[in-house]
């Protein structure tokens, strides 16, 4: 070929280190961060500073932070093809941030739903880190100048704010930002994970009854329990069918991880009773995250390695960030 290949599209994802990630959080997001990093130029940041709108435990963080850094490499993050780092780590984040919270207005902020959702659930420590929370979320976005933010439905007005604080920035000042996209990837789409306790309701870890949600460290034992006690309804039927919630999640993660479609599934259970169905998903589940726990039982062993790709990963986020931080000081007159 004579021509040059297209440049690939800039992905930004961020995760906050707070507690194990879920198979919901798995099967919804994680996985795609893997498969993503080869058709795109992807760049993954533990947002440890947006963990702090809530109070932290600083030993616990610690941990945390480091943890959740090396789980996602288990998961597939590959910090030699992505640039993968942690965001306090890279002083314009917060530089950025700043200096967009003068292009931001206190009304939008303040009709933002996470913002209006938290503080109602919070009201002991509504912070004014919780208020900017967005606009921290922006400078991650747009400092990298990334095309595409793979979101879920919680995280679009995030995304859409971003917008209107980049076009608004851009409307002043010329083209100084790429204005981003939400991103669902295809097969996300549908994949929506929920609990085993309560179907109706998402797969959260923050469900305070640990059964209704599979920890991605959770032990293969653990697991199948966990499967086993999940709530199903008393037909007997094992078909994906409205008002069949628990039955339907079971027979999605099933699809999901085994790559079937529904109705390969459906055909896989028919005539069978839901003690193997609960049996099956709740196997194929150990399977798939065996390995993951394997991985990230090596990597938080050799802390050396991991520090060595925090340090490296730092280290390219901050001259890509260094370029867009000092793209905009220059043009609002900072001398
Ligand atoms: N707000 C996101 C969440 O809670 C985390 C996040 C921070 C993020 N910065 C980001 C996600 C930038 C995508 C892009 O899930």
Known sequence: MSEEAPKKKII?????????????????ALRNWAAMQDDYRCVYCIVDQHALTVRQDPAQFRKQILNSYALMMACGVDPEKSVYYIQSHVPAHAQLSWILSCYTQFGELSRMTQFKDKSAK?????????????????????????????????????????????????????????????????????????????????????????????????????????????VTDSDGEICYREGKDGINNLLAIYSVLTGQTIAQAEEAFSGKGYGYLKEQVGSVTAETLRPIQEEYSRLTADRAYLEQCIRTGAEKAASISARTLAKVSKKIGLI
């Open 12 to 28: 930004f994802s961020g995760i906050q280190p707070t507690g194990v990630p879920t198979l919901g959080n798995y099967i919804g």
């Open 122 to 230: 919070h009201p002991e420590n509504v912070n004014a880190g919780l208020f900017t929370y967005p606009v921290l979320m922006a400078a991650d976005i747009l400092l990298y100048q990334a095309d595409l933010v793979p979101v879920g439905e919680d995280q679009k007005q995030h995304v859409e704010i971003c917008r209107d604080i980049a076009n608004r920035f851009n409307g002043i000042y010329g083209n100084v930002f790429t204005i981003p996209e939400p991103y669902i990837p295809k097969r996300e789409q549908g994949a929506r994970i929920m609990s085993l306790t309560d179907p109706a309701r998402k797969m959260s870890k923050s469900d305070e009854n640990p059964n209704g949600y599979i920890s991605i460290l959770d032990p293969p034992e653990t697991i199948l329990r966990k499967f086993k006690r999940a």
